[in-house]
């Protein structure tokens, strides 16, 4: 299946008639704003940084792989009565990029993800011109993501702009805060066990931020597909390397993390599945888990103790889950 495949003209017919039905509006903004995010992540520095100055739906919730993500008839419906409607771009949303392109020139639209300076982005040999998209896998990062959802949200609304500047200062300050426990906790990991192996290759930024080799079955997309060949070499970087532990994500099945496991069992290295990451997508609504902070949290914590690190159990602010 090719990564690089247009939205349904279909769709962005549809999508066409539906904003231009509603061009003639008028420019009056009902408070609280309605904003519209396509991941969770995004969701969630929108409610984070705008508070109660605004609604924020994500289209994609948990579970849920962006990579080939399609619009439905409820998105374009959400999107055209958008007062602004937040993107991550970098390619994250592969199916819905001309969509996008085509609702911006209509609609208040931001590729928020675009943001970060690309001299700080990881590029891959696999698509020419394009970047890893999983930014926020190191929250030095996301900051820049935060910061362009404050200046999206104060564009739109300028009224509220001492609040979404105050709110944005202390969720960068929490973000700060988890940025320490990172570090304090990656570092107990032993050198060479610091080898993170999942189902896509979606933790490049932890990995280089954090010092961890990072091994992907899959590419930097859920829709490149895993051949025989690149599983059967990473068995042999399993058995050379004597790694004990793989990880599964909660938006990628976990079919082919079950076969390096297999394929290790019969040369004799003794795998077991660490647990499951948050990859593409948070936990459910609600959970600390389906918060950034949540998520990130989840993800190190549970990588550290995994590989031989430690680390508290309940995580940085002991809001974890028990047995997350």
Do not use: C
Not at 60 to 76: A, C, K, N
Not at 110 to 119: L, P, R
Not at 210 to 236: H, K, M, P
């Amino acid at each position: 299946m090719s990564l690089f495949r247009s939205a349904r003209p279909i769709l962005l017919s549809a999508l066409i008639l539906a904003t231009g039905l509603l061009a003639g509006a008028g420019h009056a903004m009902a408070k609280p704003l309605n904003v519209v995010a396509t991941t969770s992540m995004i969701a969630d520095a929108a409610r984070q940084v705008a508070g109660d100055r605004a609604e924020v739906k994500a289209l994609m919730g948990p579970g849920v792989d962006p990579h080939s993500y399609r619009q439905t008839r409820s998105d374009i419906a959400a999107m055209a009565r958008a007062d602004l409607v937040l993107w991550h771009g970098l390619y994250l949303e592969a199916q819905l990029e001309e969509f996008f392109l085509d609702l911006e020139k209509r609609r208040n639209v931001v590729a928020v993800g675009e943001a970060i300076a690309k001299d700080k982005l990881l590029s891959h040999a696999e698509y020419k011109g394009r970047y890893d998209p999983h930014v926020w896998m190191d929250p030095q990062l996301w900051e820049t993501v935060v910061l362009a959802v404050r200046d999206a949200l104060i564009k739109t609304d300028p009224e509220g702009e001492a609040t979404y500047r105050a709110n944005a200062d202390h969720h960068i300050a929490e973000i700060a805060k988890l940025i320490d426990y990172m570090k304090e906790v990656t570092v107990t990991v032993p050198e060479k066990s610091r080898v993170l192996l999942t189902a896509h290759d979606a933790f490049s930024y932890f990995g280089r931020g954090y010092d961890f080799d990072v091994l992907g079955i899959q590419g930097i997309s859920t829709e490149s597909e895993a051949g025989l060949r690149r599983v059967e070499d990473l068995v042999n970087t399993i058995v050379d390397r004597k790694i004990s532990a793989v990880f599964v994500e909660s938006s990628v099945p976990e079919r082919n993390v079950r076969a390096l496991i297999e394929g290790a069992a019969a040369r004799g290295q003794n795998v077991v599945i660490g647990g499951t990451l948050f990859s593409d997508a948070m936990g459910e609504p609600g959970t600390y888990e389906g918060t950034y902070i949540g998520m990130i949290d989840h993800n190190v914590t549970l990588i550290t103790r995994a590989l031989g690190g430690t680390a508290p159990q309940d995580g940085f602010q002991g809001k974890l889950a028990a047995g997350s």
